[in-house]
């Protein structure tokens, strides 16, 4: 067992985050993977605190295994930035996507399509 686990190769090390993450979407109906200054992931919160939606708010930079899952998050869905914004296990994007789906009248549609699933 000896070795350093970043001697293994990337794919491995994110396919336990690839698993983690989707556990996480699985379970919870909007999640946000985040970083604690980034102004945009407060501006994603804010709006849905302010539209009384519950989510669970994955802060990339508080957590060892952060690096990993923000790599694991491009490898799903093809960028690193964050927030990275999922709502009923589907990426719907960042900020300003989901303010458009908000400005559109889509948001709380979607979030409420996973009500019958919590």
Do not use: W
């Not at 849905?48 to 802060?59: D, K, P, R, W, Y």
């Not at 930035?81 to 994007?93: A, L, Q």
Request: aromatic letters at 4%; one cysteine or more.
């Amino acid at each position: 067992m000896g070795g350093s686990a970043s001697s293994s190769s990337p794919k491995l090390l994110y396919t336990v985050e690839r698993n983690r993450i989707n556990d996480l979407i699985t379970k919870n109906c909007v999640v946000i993977f985040s970083k604690t200054q980034c102004v945009y992931c407060r501006k994603v919160k804010k709006l849905l605190t302010e539209s009384s939606v519950s989510f669970l708010s994955i802060e990339l930079d508080k957590r060892e295994d952060g690096t990993n899952l923000q790599n694991a998050l491009h490898e799903i869905t093809g960028a690193r930035t964050v927030p990275r914004v999922f709502i009923n296990k589907e990426c719907v994007g960042g900020a300003s996507d989901v303010e458009k789906l908000q400005k559109e009248n889509k948001l709380m549609e979607k979030i409420e399509m996973c009500g019958n699933k919590l």
